[in-house]
């Protein structure tokens, strides 16, 4: 653990058999109150060392606040844990309510996957619900949690930051700005390196692609100075690696509208096999299990951004969507 910023500590929390690696597991240290941000995995492990950082830092569990950046496992796998132990959570009312909806197998965040591997055409493929590290590691209950209302502020010793919206990871992404600090934590919003995964999670959210794309120029305009990823190294310079992602997300796009071009209709599993991948695998068939899920639900948001765009077509056919350019 160390501190990056005053009162402010860094912990990584290893996230087992996942490419991420770690997860940047956050303290703000007040005089009354002081607030974690993300839990990690739902493991012994990673119980164990938040633990010790309580120990280390003389947290309390009744003056502690839990703030859940998003809905993913590798954020909230001890939210309900913690909630236990007394601390109060603050998750969106989007992420919260789909994190609930995530606790057992028959729950719909789960069924919906199964349904959107069909829409998909990666029924042959063969994946199962086990394999998803999101099920995994996934929340022990239900939690009960404060909304994190964008607009609305959270006192932590020196430090009022900001809730404010970054959809586009996920459906109900949230950060916290402190703008006189100017302090930004973005949760996977932003990350060094690494592209965050836009992925598809239903026609009733639109395109988040275009969610996202407009979250970052939201960001791009703020006056940030120290810019706090959950995952990897900390991020230096917020506006150049916007517009990293701004040129990856168009690149994407090229090779989607290519593949379809080439194709013609298609299923998403078939543009997936056509894109890029920073993956170490030959071609799709080797590709893990897991990870066939984030492509294709990558590729996913993309096509419908096409869509959104009037540059691409959708239709299904036994259950099946099929996309086509249109111009």
């Known amino acids: 653990m160390r501190e990056v910023y005053k009162n402010i500590y860094l912990k990584e929390l290893a996230l087992p058999d996942n490419p991420l690696k770690y997860l940047n597991f956050y303290v703000i240290k007040g005089a009354e109150k002081s607030m974690l941000i993300d839990t990690g995995f739902n493991c012994e492990d990673t119980k164990a060392e938040i633990m010790k950082v309580f120990e280390e830092l003389s947290l309390e569990p009744e003056s502690t606040i839990l703030f859940l ?12 844990y913690f909630e236990k132990m007394g601390l109060v959570i603050y998750a969106s009312k989007i992420d919260g309510d789909l994190l609930n909806g995530s606790v057992d197998k028959s729950d719909p965040m789960w069924q919906n996957a199964i349904q959107h591997e069909f829409w998909q055409g990666l029924e042959e493929d063969r994946l199962i619900i086990e394999d998803h590290p999101g099920f995994k590691f996934r929340p022990s209950g239900h939690i ?4 994190a209302t964008p607009g609305e502020h959270i006192q932590i010793g020196e430090y009022n930051f900001e809730i404010i919206d970054l959809k586009g990871h996920t459906p109900g992404i949230v950060g916290l700005y402190e703008k006189e600090h100017k302090i930004l934590f973005c949760g996977d919003h932003i990350l060094g390196k690494i592209t965050p995964n836009i ?3 239903g026609f009733q959210y639109g395109d988040l692609l275009g969610t996202y794309l407009d979250s970052l120029d939201l960001v791009y305009n703020l006056d940030v100075d120290h810019l706090f990823p959950s995952h990897r190294f900390l991020v230096e310079d917020h506006r150049k690696r916007i517009e990293e992602l701004y040129e990856h997300h168009a690149k994407r796009l090229e090779e989607a509208r290519q593949a379809l071009r080439k194709y013609g209709k298609s299923t998403v599993r078939t543009v997936t096999k056509q894109l ?3 993956i170490r695998s030959k071609n799709w068939d080797d590709f893990p299990k897991a990870q ?3 492509a294709a639900g990558e590729t996913h948001a ?3 951004h096409l869509r959104a765009l009037g ?7 036994d259950g099946i969507l099929y996309y086509s350019m249109i111009k």
């Open 144 to 147: 009960n949690y404060i909304p």
């Open 199 to 201: 992925t598809f999670w």
């Open 302 to 304: 993309h096509l419908e």
């Open 276 to 278: 890029h991948w920073d």
């Open 311 to 317: 540059e691409a077509a959708m239709e299904e056919k």
């Open 292 to 294: 066939k899920w984030f």
């Open 69 to 80: 950046t998003h809905l993913h496992s590798d954020h909230t796998g001890l939210a309900a």
